[in-house]
Structure formats: C-alpha cells, structure tokens
C-alpha cells in the first residue's frame, strides 16, 4: 500500500508556531483550517491573511472546515448558519476543498458554493455518542455521492469491537464507489488506522490542539507508523 504519510491530514487551528509548521508541511500534502476554532482566538477579519500565510509556508491541499456546532463535540463553538454561509463564499476562493456537514441546512448552498467556483466538497458526519448501524452510514454515504460530494467523511465514536468492525466494513464496501474518510473516534491510535488498510482515503492529525477525541499528534502518528511500515 502507499506510504501511510501521505494519508496524514494536519489539522490547524491558528495558534502554531511558525518554525514548527513551516518543518511539518514539509512532509504533508494536505491541512484542515479549523476556522470554527481560530475564531475563538482571532477576529473574522484575520481569517484570510491566516489562509495566505498557511499557503505561502507549504504547497499543500488546504480544506476549509467551519464545523457545525451540532457536530463539533464538547465544547463546540457555535456560529449561526447564516455566519458560517457568510465565511464559507469569503474563503472559498483562498482555500481547495470545502468540509461541510451533510445534514446541516447549509450543505446544499455550500455545495452551490463549491460548484460555482470549481472547488473539491467534503460532505461529513461525526456522531460523538457511538457508531450508528452500517446500513445507516451507507445511506449517508450514498447521500453524498448523489449530492455530488468528492468525499465522504464518516467520524464516529467506536465503543465496541462491532463498532470498529462497522467502520472497517464501510471502509472496504464503499471506498472503491467514492472517495471516503473514515475516522474511529475515542479509541486507541493503532485502532484509529485500522480503516486506512481498507480503503480510507485519509486520517487527521493534530499539531497543537487535537480537535476530536483521541486525535493523535503528527509526532505521534509519524513515530507510529515508521514502526509498522515495512521498508
């Protein structure tokens, strides 16, 4: 299979240091700007310059996530649809791809969004509680791919073996129709890798400040997988 490296998502919240990006995006190909939680920190009006300044550090893929507060977890930070419409149509011509959540009332306009200015779609689902049935994941997974979604993005939290087993199974079924991203929240970090050997495209990873549960650091996940990758 393909180096596990390149299937690293940096997650970005705007508090990095600089040096220590600058070395990291050496070896990643793609970030997520969480711009729900650099607004805890910084104003609206920096939010572009932020974009900028990421890219001129490192010629990667950036995603763009202002992340719902109904699926952002515990101690989400909450802005108004008609807010995160209003930053989504301001960055979209700054960043690549675009992460909205299926099920929020905004997804349909953001997909116009992303349409209109021949952006790449991240159509999400994170349930924090637990993992939901498999036949209730492929519907929405068959849900974004109707919609017209480049990805789905599946998060759930894993409280059982059958949980992870659900994950891995969506992983395999379903990766080959359309590109998929499955994440096993709130498990152990060998577990969380488990769906990338059977099709996800991607897992996230935290620089800083890990935006879900049991996020891994980049050190962590780079020093876990120079143990497994056979060379």
Known sequence: MENLKEKIILVLTGDEEEKILYEVLKNVKY???????????????????????????????????????????????????????????????????????????????????????????????????????????????????????????IATKVLTEKHLFTLTELSYNYSKKIGLIVIPMATSLYKRLIPLFFGSSFTYVALNKKTAPSQPSYLEISKFIDLIEIH
């Open 31 to 153: 970030i997520e700007l969480r711009i729900d939680e650099f607004l805890r920190n910084f104003n609206e009006s920096d939010i572009i310059e932020w974009i900028k300044k990421t890219r001129k550090l490192g010629g990667v893929n950036i995603i763009g996530t202002i992340r719902w507060y109904k699926e952002g977890g515990e101690n989400s930070f909450y802005l108004s649809d008609k807010k995160r419409l209003e930053i989504f149509r301001a960055v979209s011509n700054y960043i690549d791809i675009i992460d909205v959540e299926i099920k929020s009332k905004i997804c349909d306009k953001v997909i116009e969004i992303c349409k209109s200015k021949n952006k790449k779609i991240i159509l999400s689902y994170h349930n924090f509680k637990k993992t939901p049935d498999i036949n209730i994941l492929k519907k929405i997974v068959k849900k974004g791919k109707k919609d017209g979604a480049d990805m789905v993005k």
